[in-house]
């Protein structure tokens, strides 16, 4: 890590530390004794709406998102904020400046599992201590709440800024990036763009968001050891939590067998059930954002993985099981896959995770969510997905109905104008003076901007509960975040 950090400071020519405003302390002490209880109570309305984009409605016309919007426009208003409802994109503004800098969050949430939740995902659970859990609370609309009592706290104070301070909100960024990238044309590139929707320090690299969906179709005859109802996962940007499948015509040996190799497989939890004629097998992982599998436990890697040595009939859910044992196995880097595994010294290993499983009638897709890094061609990563699984579907007899493969282009700066500045602002309110830029395996709105860093809102070394069934902000992070936000937009409102 140390190696990675040296190499990332090498990217950006500037000098350490360089001088942050006389006032920084005093305005954002300010911020927070003033705004904090506030900031929690705007973020207690804004997860209050379910704004989970839908197939069948437009983000604009979904009454959640309309909801959504209404308050925010009333806050702005309460804030002395300018607004702008453009459609997909609200945009907060403070000044008239002629040059502007944009902070760019999101309003869209992943979907959550009320099962998995101690009550509804979109009302505040205060029950633990100095928490705030909740869907959104770290992705991202805990970001956007603070954003706007930074701007109130400078506005508050009369500090004269040279550049225009323009909060923008876009509302799909977890689904469709095709509204944005239309607006980007017609949007005026920003002196400088930050998005609050990664991780301290200062990020400067993210991967690419990268997807590989085989489809298999085949029936089984039903009279071996076959498996159905194979299901897993909820959506594809999470490492999935929980898996199951229903055993049939198994011997006692093979359950005994099962059984005992399930204890073997500590990080989960298995539970077999009889059902009819079959054995119900289900798995529970923990979930976590896919751009860090690490952090998570793969529900439907380890339920293949208990069939790895059991000879299946080839139907669509004994073909998706071998899929996964032979190439990805519980590894997170796809060293299986063909030759498609690389890294990048400063970025780091592509990683690879099964996300979910998808029905519609005996056909099943898997999502296998990537992240890769630069340093491998576009075509040569396509061409070596193609002949990976060609050689899977000739050795394994299998003719799969369909691939889908996307491949996200990653993100690596070799300079920003405003980097050093925020990574001198983390240093001063943390006191982490070996604090350096880095790199992401999430991909944030920073694509479509020049020169756009994350700055936030989580802490490096902590496990990322954003896409999660347990996702929360604490409030020394939240007070925290809102003494940086008023210091990063005072020192770029003065660049």
């Not at 502007?100 to 992943?110: A, I």
């Not at 204890?263 to 939890?269: A, F, G, N, P, R």
């Not at 060609?390 to 493969?405: F, G, I, P, Q, S």
């Not at 350096?436 to 991909?443: A, P, R």
Request: hydrophobic letters at 40%.
């Amino acid at each position: 890590m140390k190696k990675l950090a040296l190499l990332c400071s090498a990217l950006f020519a500037f000098s350490a530390h360089a001088q942050l405003h006389t006032n920084i302390d005093s305005v954002a002490d300010y911020a927070v004794n003033t705004y904090q209880q506030s900031q929690i109570h705007t973020l207690t309305n804004l997860v209050a709406f379910p704004t989970v984009n839908k197939e069948s409605i437009p983000a604009p016309q979904n009454p959640d998102f309309i909801n959504f919007k209404s308050v925010l426009k009333m806050k702005a208003a309460e804030l002395g904020f300018d607004y702008q409802d453009l459609g997909y994109t609200v945009l907060i503004g403070m000044g008239d400046q002629n040059e502007k800098v944009t902070v760019v969050t999101h309003g869209d949430v992943q979907p959550a599992n009320a099962s998995k939740w101690k009550q509804s995902p979109f009302i505040i659970d205060t029950s633990e201590p100095g928490k705030l859990v909740g869907r959104g609370t770290e992705d991202d609309k805990g970001a956007i709440a603070t954003a706007l009592y930074a701007m109130k706290a400078i506005k508050d104070k009369g500090i004269e800024l040279n550049n225009r301070i323009e909060l923008m909100i876009y509302l799909a960024e977890e689904s469709d990036w095709g509204p944005l990238t239309e607006f980007m044309k017609t949007y005026e590139q920003p002196k400088y763009a930050v998005t609050i929707d990664a991780s301290y320090p200062v990020v400067v690299a993210e991967k690419g968001w990268s997807l590989i969906a085989p489809t298999f179709n085949a029936t089984s005859k039903q009279t071996g050891m076959y498996v159905s109802d194979l299901a897993g996962g909820a959506f594809k940007s999470q490492i999935p939590e929980d898996a199951s499948l229903v055993l049939h015509n198994a011997s006692v040996v093979v359950i005994n067998s099962l059984k005992a190799k399930a204890k073997t497989l500590s990080e989960v939890e298995f539970n077999f059930e009889e059902q009819g004629e079959g054995l119900k097998i289900t798995v529970k992982g923990v979930s976590a954002h896919s751009s860090e599998p690490e952090s998570g436990v793969n529900a439907i890697a380890h339920l293949s993985e208990l069939f790895k040595d059991v000879a299946l009939e080839n139907n669509s859910d004994g073909q998706l099981i071998k899929f996964v044992n032979q190439l990805i196995g519980l590894d997170i880097h796809g060293k299986q896959f063909g030759n498609i595994a690389y890294k990048h010294e400063f970025m780091g290993p592509m990683s690879v995770a099964p996300t979910v499983i998808e029905r519609d009638g005996n056909a099943l897709t898997l999502a296998i969510n990537a992240r890769r890094p630069v340093g491998k061609d576009e075509n040569l990563l396509k061409a070596q997905i193609n002949s990976a699984i060609k050689e899977w579907e000739t050795a394994n007899n299998v003719t799969l109905t369909k691939v889908e493969t996307i491949i996200g282009t990653p993100m690596l700066l070799d300079s920003a104008p405003h980097a050093q500045k925020l990574l001198d602002i983390f240093k001063h309110f943390t006191g982490d003076e070996q604090a350096d830029f880095v790199s992401i395996g999430g991909g944030t709105n920073a694509k479509l901007f020049d020169n756009a860093v994350s700055f936030g809102p989580s802490m490096p070394g902590k496990r990322y509960t954003g896409h999660s069934e347990h996702e929360f902000i604490t409030l020394e992070q939240l007070a925290l975040n809102l003494r940086m936000y008023t210091a990063m937009m005072i020192e770029l409102g003065n660049m």
